[in-house]
């Protein structure tokens, strides 16, 4: 078999528990990125949190993030595509949230806003993402149409559960909705899921769903998993994703991503002669 692209979240995928890219990850894409292959971060992070992992692999193509509603050109930092969810959506959700005291992160141009800096979900998200928020107070803003909004709740509280099970009840159809951690729901433009966006630049590059592996581990990648010939679910992904897709790898942590290239892709990768 041959592939033409290789899609990659991060957190929980091609990123091990200390957010790194692995010496056998980085040596098995680079070698493939040499034959041709397209190397796609696609993550529901933002662009900046992104942009240092792109260039750790010196990637030849574009960043998919915020879950797809920006694509990047990390090399300028030209945005190529930006679906943002409109303000009726926004004020609404934000609306809701604040009315049960969750905390938001919303994202515009490329900034990280919270209205608190002092909560523990802004510092652990800090933690996480290396990004710094900035304090804003939601009712300031003079443009409402947000790159993305998420809820965060770090008890994963039934509370919290069945809010995000309203939000996607009262907006289906008008917004995508997901949860990329089990503490994170994510709301975005309806016209945006990692799958939808990476067929659109997988056509951009002449590759079709059929000549692209795709690895993910969370809920927000399933779009991505299912569309693409090749979906691969992390050996730490859930049960629930793993029972939907047509492949599983090793954990993010045992080198899962390269693992599973070199066992279905090794004809790609026959010069590499330390397999």
Not at 99 to 124: G, K, S
Not at 157 to 177: A, D, L, R
Not at 185 to 197: A, Q, S, Y
């Amino acid at each position: 078999m041959e592939i033409k692209a290789v899609a990659l979240d991060l957190d929980g995928t091609l990123l091990d528990s200390n957010k790194k890219i692995s010496q056998e990850n980085r040596k098995i894409l680079k070698l493939l990125e040499s034959k041709g292959v397209k190397i796609i971060i696609v993550t529901g992070r933002t662009y900046i949190s992104a942009k240092p992992y792109a260039e750790m692999l010196d990637m030849d193509s574009f960043v998919i993030a915020y879950n797809g509603a920006k694509v990047v050109n990390y090399r300028n930092d030209e945005v190529v595509l930006e679906l943002p969810l409109e303000e009726r959506y926004a004020r609404r959700i934000i609306e809701l949230a604040q009315d049960r005291d969750f905390h938001i992160n919303l994202y515009q141009d490329n900034c990280w806003f919270v209205e608190e800096l002092d909560r523990d979900e802004t510092r652990h998200y800090s933690k996480m993402t290396g990004l710094t928020p900035v304090a804003k107070d939601f009712k300031s803003f003079e443009d409402y149409n947000m790159t993305k909004i998420t809820i965060q709740d770090m008890a994963n509280s039934q509370e919290f559960n069945e809010f995000c099970k309203h939000i996607e009840n009262s907006f289906k159809g008008e917004v995508y909705t997901a949860k990329s951690q089990n503490f994170l729901f994510e709301v975005l433009n309806k016209n945006v899921n990692k799958g939808l966006i990476l067929e659109r630049v997988l056509k951009s590059y002449g590759i079709s769903l059929d000549e692209c592996v795709a690895f993910g581990d969370a809920r927000n990648d399933l779009e991505m998993l299912k569309m693409v010939k090749y979906g691969v679910a992390m050996g730490n992904s859930d049960l629930g994703l793993k029972e939907q897709v047509n492949y599983v790898t090793d954990t993010n942590d045992n080198d899962g991503v390269a693992k599973f290239l070199k066992k279905y892709f090794l004809t790609q990768i026959v010069k590499y002669d330390k397999i």
